[in-house]
């Protein structure tokens, strides 16, 4: 009896201890919840200036943190530690409710990806053509190389990019 309560206070101990991983998940919540806006950070300094800027980020950080904090504490709520967000859904609402979760993630998601790859295409060619002086590639071509290119760095994994 004392060789399990030794092994469960051991793995406790094991896993409040800080990893990489936790680094990384930190780090992509924070770059998911703000990384669109560095694209048009630009355009809001030269329309209105520093100032709105700064008190956009004060009230912004809470929001961003408690909000993915949250969903972070959701998911990891779930029994299995491998679960994704629909899979901690269907274990604690049903699977009908996973489904629906899934649909309206799928909603919430994929306009910001319509968004984002638009701003970031306008973004290379802008940086293109003023501060590399090149004639920018038609955007069709344009925005096919940065979305592929996106997907490869996606498709090699985070262990090959960290």
């Keep these: ?45 030269g329309v209105g200036g520093m100032i709105p800027l700064i008190i956009m ?25 491998g679960e994704d967000i629909t899979e901690v859904v269907e274990e604690h609402f049903g699977i009908g409710a996973g489904k629906l979760i899934t649909l309206l993630y799928f909603f919430a998601i994929y306009p910001i990806l319509l968004v984002y790859s638009v701003a970031i295409t306008n973004t290379v060619e802008s940086f293109m053509s003023h501060q590399l002086g090149m004639t920018p590639p038609p955007r069709a071509i344009l925005s096919l190389i940065l979305i592929v290119g996106m997907m490869t760095i996606v498709r090699f994994g985070e262990q090959m990019i960290v």
């Design 1 to 45: 009896m004392e060789t399990t309560q030794t092994s469960t206070i051991a793995s406790k101990d094991s896993r409040s201890a800080w990893r990489k991983t936790d680094t990384m998940w930190m780090l992509g919540l924070y770059g998911t919840a703000i990384g669109a806006g560095v694209l048009f950070l630009p355009i809001n300094a």
């Design 57 to 81: 980020a004060i009230l912004a950080f809470p929001m961003t943190f408690f909000a993915h904090r949250g969903l972070t504490r959701f998911v990891l709520s779930g029994k299995n530690p």
